[in-house]
C-alpha cells in the first residue's frame, strides 16, 4: 500500500472520520518541526497526525483522563449543591435538646434566694431580742432599766471565772466616739485594737490582760451585746462572724477583719438604729 494511502487510513481511525469526508488540517504556524530535529525513535508520520488531528480518540488515556476530571468536578459541585440544600424538616416531630450542666450552674447563681424564714429563740439574756444575734435599742434597754450589761470571763494565769459588769451608756458613747473619729482611716476593715483586744485584769490575781470571755458553745446564747461594748469581738471566730451576719442578712464572704468591722458597725446601729457612720 502507497505510503499515502496508509497515512490517510491512520487518520480516518484516529479521527473519526472516513476517507471520502477528509478533515481539513489544522496545522500550527509556530510549530516547524523538521526530521533532524526529531529523536530518532520516533515515526514522524505519527507526529504528524497527532499534530494535524484536533479530536483525538476517546479511547486514548490522555482523553480518558479528562473525561474522568470533568466527571469528577461535575459530581462535585453536585454534591456541593446537595449540601446546600436545606433539608426538608417536619415540623410536627418536636425537637428536645440536652440540658446543659453548664447552663444549670448559671441559672443557679443568677435565681435570686428564698427570703429566709425568720428564726426565733428564746432570749438568752434580758438586752437580747428572741431572734438571733439582735439586742434591743439602748432606749428600750433603758425605759426597762436596763443599764448594767454582764458577762462572765476567765483568766488565763489563776484559771478562775468571775463575772464582768459594763457600763451601757458610757461604753457605747466610748466606742461611738471611737467610730465616728477613726472610720475614715480603716477602709472598711476592723483596727488592729478590735482584731487584738485589750482584756480585762483579772479581779483575783491582778494579772493585767489576762481574762478572755468566755463564748457560749451554742451559738444562740453567744452574749454579742457584751462582747461589744468590751471591744472583745476579735475573740469570736469566723465561723461565730459568719453567724452573725447570716442571722441579719449581711454578706457573710470576706476576711476576718472585714466580717468584724461590720459585725461591729451592725450591732452599734441595732443600739442606736439613727446612727450614721458619716
Given at each position: 500500500?502507497?505510503?499515502?494511502?496508509?497515512?490517510?487510513?491512520?487518520?480516518?481511525?484516529?479521527?473519526?472520520?472516513?476517507?471520502?469526508?477528509?478533515?481539513?488540517?489544522?496545522?500550527?504556524?509556530?510549530?516547524?518541526?523538521?526530521?533532524?530535529?526529531?529523536s530518532p525513535?520516533?515515526?514522524?508520520?505519527?507526529?504528524?497526525?497527532?499534530?494535524?488531528?484536533?479530536?483525538?480518540?476517546?479511547?486514548?488515556?490522555?482523553?480518558?483522563?479528562?473525561?474522568?476530571?470533568?466527571?469528577?468536578?461535575?459530581?462535585?459541585?453536585?454534591?456541593?449543591?446537595?449540601?446546600?440544600?436545606?433539608?426538608?424538616?417536619?415540623?410536627?416531630?418536636?425537637?428536645?435538646?440536652?440540658?446543659?450542666?453548664?447552663?444549670?450552674?448559671?441559672?443557679?447563681?443568677?435565681?435570686?434566694?428564698?427570703?429566709?424564714?425568720?428564726?426565733?429563740?428564746?432570749?438568752?439574756?434580758?438586752?437580747?431580742?428572741?431572734?438571733?444575734?439582735?439586742?434591743?435599742?439602748?432606749?428600750?434597754?433603758?425605759?426597762?432599766?436596763?443599764?448594767?450589761?454582764?458577762?462572765?470571763?476567765?483568766?488565763?494565769?489563776?484559771?478562775?471565772?468571775?463575772?464582768?459588769?459594763?457600763?451601757?451608756?458610757?461604753?457605747?458613747?466610748?466606742?461611738?466616739?471611737?467610730?465616728?473619729?477613726?472610720?475614715?482611716?480603716?477602709?472598711?476593715?476592723?483596727?488592729?485594737?478590735?482584731?487584738?483586744?485589750?482584756?480585762?485584769?483579772c479581779v483575783?490575781?491582778?494579772?493585767?490582760?489576762?481574762?478572755k470571755p468566755?463564748?457560749?458553745?451554742?451559738?444562740?446564747?453567744?452574749?454579742?451585746?457584751?462582747?461589744?461594748?468590751?471591744?472583745?469581738?476579735?475573740?469570736?471566730?469566723?465561723?461565730?462572724?459568719?453567724?452573725?451576719?447570716?442571722?441579719?442578712?449581711?454578706?457573710?464572704?470576706?476576711?476576718?477583719?472585714?466580717?468584724?468591722?461590720?459585725?461591729?458597725?451592725?450591732?452599734?446601729?441595732?443600739?442606736?438604729?439613727?446612727?450614721?457612720?458619716?
Amino acid at each position: 500500500m502507497p505510503a499515502t494511502e496508509e497515512l490517510d487510513l491512520t487518520l480516518s481511525l484516529r479521527c473519526g472520520t472516513s476517507r471520502e469526508t477528509p478533515t481539513p488540517s489544522l496545522r500550527s504556524p509556530n510549530l516547524n518541526l523538521s526530521l533532524s530535529d526529531q529523536s530518532p525513535g520516533i515515526n514522524p508520520s505519527l507526529m504528524e497526525v497527532q499534530l494535524i488531528c484536533p479530536n483525538p480518540n476517546l479511547n486514548s488515556p490522555l482523553a480518558s483522563d479528562n473525561n474522568n476530571s470533568n466527571l469528577s468536578v461535575g459530581s462535585s459541585r453536585h454534591n456541593t449543591n446537595s449540601l446546600n440544600a436545606p433539608a426538608n424538616v417536619d415540623n410536627n416531630v418536636p425537637i428536645t435538646t440536652p440540658p446543659s450542666s453548664r447552663s444549670s450552674r448559671a441559672s443557679s447563681c443568677t435565681r435570686p434566694g428564698k427570703k429566709r424564714k425568720r428564726e426565733t429563740v428564746p432570749p438568752p439574756f434580758p438586752w437580747a431580742t428572741d431572734q438571733p444575734a439582735t439586742v434591743h435599742t439602748q432606749q428600750y434597754l433603758l425605759e426597762n432599766n436596763v443599764r448594767i450589761i454582764k458577762g462572765k470571763v476567765h483568766c488565763k494565769r489563776c484559771n478562775k471565772e468571775f463575772e464582768l459588769n459594763l457600763n451601757l451608756e458610757q461604753k457605747l458613747a466610748d466606742l461611738r466616739n471611737l467610730i465616728q473619729n477613726e472610720v475614715d482611716n480603716w477602709h472598711n476593715r476592723a483596727p488592729s485594737e478590735w482584731l487584738n483586744p485589750v482584756y480585762p485584769t483579772c479581779v483575783y490575781c491582778r494579772t493585767q490582760s489576762s481574762t478572755k470571755p468566755i463564748i457560749a458553745k451554742n451559738k444562740k446564747e453567744i452574749n454579742w451585746l457584751f462582747l461589744l461594748l468590751g471591744q472583745m469581738l476579735g475573740c469570736c471566730t469566723l465561723d461565730h462572724l459568719k453567724y452573725f451576719c447570716e442571722h441579719n442578712n449581711i454578706h457573710r464572704t470576706g476576711a476576718k477583719d472585714r466580717l468584724l468591722y461590720v459585725t461591729y458597725i451592725h450591732l452599734v446601729k441595732q443600739l442606736l438604729p439613727d446612727f450614721s457612720i458619716n
